[in-house]
Structure formats: structure tokens, C-alpha cells
């Protein structure tokens, strides 16, 4: 499989807008669970994960507005109304768009990894401060899924959510999962795993209980997860 380039690494600093949370309600079908996908690229893993499941609103937050027109292009083409995208800076807007305890699942694959000099670490999307948003705005039970090629990224990504002590990783302790979590392969997944590299697969569920008053709040619905897609 020919890998199509596309992901322009973007300093998350440099995107200075201003965003207000949307009117999820007159948005959103009531009662239906919250996907969020983190920097879906090309979208083809959320649009069809959205196909599989009409039951499930899916957003997508991406940094690169002309992955944003992309998608928007083919949802034009054709609709998927449980579908929604928006421009962010997820570092810094994530908490803004969504109430505590909102969110069911959230998808983090194949963030930019920016390994090149070690002071751009700081730039990774996947850090402290985003596991404690996770821990706020995930309902009791609600799950992040990751994904990665690079073995430092994987062992950093394991590491913060392990330590901040609200997630269990459901991989086992320092552990990667062998195995998708998700039931569905993405584009970058198939690549890598077509030319026979490792992929640092993790799963971590919120704790039912947290520290913080806020985080109580639980989600409207909960639903058991089907688990050939967990």
C-alpha cells in the first residue's frame, strides 16, 4: 500500500482562534453517546466507524483546516448525519466544547509524534494535562484508545495515563495490546503493519470513581460495549 503523505506536522501554538461550545442539543440526537476522535487526518476511520455505528455521534477535532474541507467534501457527497467536524487546537479547546462527563470514547491515532529535536516534545497532543481533561469530560467507564509506530511515543503515552491514576489500562500494567482495540484496521495501522513494524497499541478505561467532585458528574446514557469492537 503506497502511503498517501499528508500529515504537515502544525505547531499546536500557533493556532490562535477563539471557540465557543457548540449547541450540542440542537446538534446532537438526545441520548445517543459521544465519540470523539483527536486529529482524525483523512477522517476514513471515523467516517466509517460512524457507517458501522448510527447509534453514536461522532466529532472530529483537526488541526489542519484542509483536512477539515476534505472531510466536509465527502460528508457532502455523502451524509452521514451522526458526523461532525471541527477546527481545534486540542491542547487548548478540548475542555471548552464539551461538559464533564460527556464523552463515552476517545481516539488518539498516530498523533505527530514530533520526535526531530526534544524541545518540540512540548508539542505532542498526548500529555499531563490532557489525561487530566480525559478524566473530566470521560463519564465513569468511558475508554481512550490509542495508537502508535514510535516506541517512544507508545511508552510516553502509557506512562502519563498510567500515572495519573484516574485510568486502568486495559492492555494490563505496562503493557501494549496485541490486538486492535477498536475491531476496525485504520490506514496508517495497515501501512505499518504492512511493511512488518510494530504498532504500540493502548486502551484505558476511566475509574468509576475520581478524586474530583466535578468528574461525578456520569455520563446520560451508558451502554455496554460490544465487545469485539472494544
Sequence with gaps: MARIRHRKSINPYRLQIEVERPDWASILVPGKPMHVDLGFGRGEFMLEMARQHPEIEFIGLEIRQYLIDKV????????????HVLLANVKEHLPVFFE????????????????????HHKRRMVDAKLAETLALLLCPGGQVHLMTDKEEVGQEMRA?????????NLCGTGQFCEESTTGLRTREEAYYLGKGQPIYRLC?????????????QVCDQERNQDSEHD
Design 160 to 168: 502519563i495515563f498510567e500515572g495519573h491514576g484516574g485510568f486502568d
Design 100 to 119: 464533564p462527563g460527556a464523552l463515552e470514547r476517545v481516539y488518539i491515532h498516530f498523533p505527530d509524534p514530533w520526535t526531530r529535536r526534544k524541545r
Design 72 to 83: 466536509e467534501a465527502l460528508l457532502a457527497e455523502d451524509p452521514l448525519p451522526n458526523v
Design 204 to 216: 484505558f478505561v476511566r475509574h468509576d470513581q475520581v478524586r474530583d467532585q466535578a468528574r461525578n
